[in-house]
Structures are given as structure tokens and as C-alpha cells.
């Protein structure tokens, strides 16, 4: 399998260059395979349902065809996954895929641990580091760190924006040592971002340095995400019927957004055969995609604050592989776009406590809000003509601009998976003001709240960013 530039589709490189380098740095392009091969029938809708690990097997190996073998690949997996994604329903429509089961409590779990056993791989018989520059809006950095922390020949630099993340991500990323560190920014996560991609196209430090990305701009860190939507749809594609009386029914994913990674994996996911009709790209009031979808005009902006921080992103690098897969028009047919702001985040995990039982994190508590307002009626208002008014969080778009799934959910034929992308109690205070509850911690995660604070500050100003990381990384 060969990888493309989402900026010059001329330029063509390994799976392992893409692996390594992140991103193209002469261009600044990102990376995306030649092809996206769909996965055997035979498998996918076998009974019973293959297992996490026999899915995330199939799926990797034409990605990585050629330059790794089947049973180096299923060792990477077997290592990368002591963990899977459970799937929880909480009303006869509506499924959460849980997934923050892994060490750290978050999604970016399956995609951090996977994209570590990968460059470790190929990173095997170098005598220079391999500089990993990361920029994180919450739970990325951490992952990151985690699944990074001890391996040699490896070194790791987490980029934040300083008091824009929550008191336990923080602690989760500015405590680690070793081979792994982290930089408070002053600033927002579009300038820690913008940091570390100036440093990807910078030659003269390319030529001290080898530097590589591990946010979702690396193609090795998207790939692994697939994963679960594929293993996610085809267990409610099985219970489905069942549960909610509808026969075949159409699945809708509801996608929590931000950097939109996350959303381009569930993309390839549907590409490679799992069973989703669609999407709905949730967002807070940091909507660039919504409003991409609406208008046609993609218009990056600066971030704003939100209480779902991970998804404070203004200028979503992942838009260039979405627009590299699809038009707006094509995208059209697959997405719907809708975002909320703090006060409806906060009704949300209130409602979805109250009716459901189920305590959830502010990122998930959009997409709950999204799915449950799509199939109470706001898909029916924008079949009818009905607008939300400028400037007001809702589903956006007109009648003509609806996804090729919208009289399922008008007809009640559909159902939703919910991507629930971190643990409730990262998030405790919030969670607790709405529903009165204070979440559980797991174990793992009350451990770091002891640990000693390790992160040094930096400026948004890339010179003196780049003076760091010459005076610092070897």
C-alpha cells in the first residue's frame, strides 16, 4: 500500500515514511492511503461477530502489506490491545461505544498504542532518536506519553495550552519523565498545533533533527481508530433489531469533533465495509466543520474555551483528508453537522442522566445531545425548511443540503452509536455540578493526582520554541 499527499497527490511514499515522518515536509500536506480495500463479507458478517483483535488485524493488513508481516502485526496488535471497546446500551435506540478503557481513559488509547509498537518497529537499528512533537487539546498527549513512555529510541515532547485543560488531563500529561516530557504553551491548542507543524516544514531543524507527529495528522495513529467503529457497528448490527423493534435498521454514528480524526477514521471504517449509514459530526462552539458543511466555505478560525476542551480546535488539521475523500457535496450525503454551546453541554449530561442512567463526559454529552435532537424531530424541521437561526447552536443546514439517511430518521428506522471518548470523571466537576454525582475513578487515573508536576512553560513564539528544542532534544 502506497500513501499519497493530500497536497500534491503526485507525491508517493511507503506506509513506513508515512509512519515516520507524519506529515510531507516539503509541503506540509498530509497522508492518506492509494486505496481503501473493502474487507471480505464472509468476515464481517460471520457469526458470531469476529473479536477487537481479529477485526484490527483484517483491517490493518492490506495497510501495511508489503512491509510487515502477519505475524509481526498480529504481536503489535495483541500488545497494543489488552483492552477493548464495550458497547453500552442505554435506551432501545441508542449505544455507547465506551472508549475509555484503556490506561489512560480515552479514545486516543487505540489509536497512541497502536501508532508506538509501529514506529518502534521500523524505527528498530537507527542510531539517531526519532523526536516525537505532539500537540495536545486534552486526552491526545497523554495517550501519547503513556504509550510512548520507556521506549528506546524514542523521545517525546507534548505541547499544551496552559490553564485550557482540566486539572486531571493536566496531571495526566506533566507528570511523566524519562523519555517523555511536556511544555505548558501560552496560548491556545491551534497554537501549540501551529508550533509543531512549523517545526515538521522547518529544513534547517529537519537537518539536525528526526522528527516525527503523533497527533491524528499521522496516518498511524487514524488507521487503528477504524477499528472500533467497525467492531462497534457490527455488535449493534447484531442486537439492533432486537432491541429496537425496527427491522434493518439504518445505524447512525454520532462523532464527538474536534481535531476531526476521529470522524476521518470512521469514514475509511464505512469505506471498508462496517455497517453505518452515517454520520453526525458534533461539535461545541468551535464548529468550522458545520459550518463547512453548511456554506461550502471552509473558514478556519481561532479557538474558543469550552467545557469539552479536547475538542477546542478552530483550524482542524483533518479537514484535508475529508476534503481529499469527498466533496462537500459528497459529504453532504454521509454528514450532519451540529454543534452546542456550554449551557446545552450541561443540559445534555444532565438529561442523558436523568432519562438514561448513564453518567457521561461533556464530549459525549454533545454527540448524546446531537443524536437525541436528530431523532426527535430537528432532522424532520430541516426536512421542512425549518433553519436554526445564525449564530445558534442546532443541526445546521437546509432541506436540500440533508444526508442521504434523513427520511430514515424522520421514519424512525434509525438507530445511533454514541462514541463516548473519555472517562466522566476527567471531568468531575463538571459532571458533578450537572447530575449532582461525583463519577468513579478508576485506579489508574487517581494515582497521577499524587504524582509531582514536571512540565516547564513556553511561549507560542516559534522562534523561541525552536531555540528550545535545539538547546534540548539531541
Known sequence: MMYRDTRDASRKVSFKTAVLQGMDPETGGLYIPMEIPELPRSFLFRNPAPSFRDIAFEAAKPFVSGEISDGELMAIIADAYPFIAPVAPIDPTTYVLELFHGPTCAFKDFGARFMARMMAHFNRGEDKTLHILVATSGDTGSAVGSAFHGVSGIDVTILYPAGKISRLQEKQLSTFDGNVRALSVSGTFDDCQKLVKTAFTDEALRGKLRLSSANSINISRLLPQSFYYIYGSLLIR????????????????????????????????????????????????????????????????????????????????????????????????????????????????????????????????????????????????????????????????????????????????????????????????????????????????????SLPDRSQPMTNDYAKFREWIVDNLR
Open 238 to 449: 447484531e442486537r439492533g433489531p432486537y432491541d429496537s423493534k425496527i427491522e434493518n435498521p439504518s445505524l447512525i454514528v454520532t462523532v464527538p469533533s474536534g481535531n476531526f480524526g476521529n470522524l476521518t477514521s470512521g469514514l475509511m471504517a464505512r469505506k471498508m465495509g462496517a455497517p453505518i449509514r452515517g454520520f453526525i459530526a458534533a461539535t461545541n462552539s468551535n464548529h468550522t466543520i458545520p459550518d463547512w458543511l453548511e456554506t461550502g466555505d471552509y473558514k478556519a478560525r481561532p479557538s474558543v474555551s469550552t467545557l469539552s476542551n479536547a475538542m477546542d480546535v478552530g483550524a482542524p488539521s483533518n479537514y484535508e483528508r475529508m476534503q481529499a475523500m469527498y466533496s462537500v457535496e459528497e459529504a453532504r450525503r454521509l454528514i450532519a453537522g451540529y454543534w452546542l454551546d456550554d449551557a446545552g453541554t450541561m443540559d445534555a449530561i444532565r438529561s442523558c442522566h436523568a432519562r438514561t442512567g448513564y453518567i457521561i463526559d461533556p464530549h459525549g454529552a454533545v454527540a448524546w445531545k446531537a443524536w437525541d435532537d436528530v431523532r426527535s424531530g430537528a432532522m424532520a424541521d430541516m426536512l421542512a425548511g425549518k433553519k436554526v437561526s445564525s449564530g445558534m447552536p442546532g443541526l445546521r443546514g437546509k432541506a436540500s443540503q440533508a444526508p442521504e439517511w434523513a427520511q430514515d430518521c424522520v421514519d424512525r428506522k434509525c438507530i445511533g452509536m454514541i462514541l463516548e471518548t473519555a472517562h466522566p470523571s476527567k471531568f468531575g466537576e463538571t459532571v458533578k455540578e450537572a447530575t449532582g454525582r461525583d463519577p468513579s475513578i478508576p485506579e489508574r487515573l487517581e494515582k497521577v493526582l
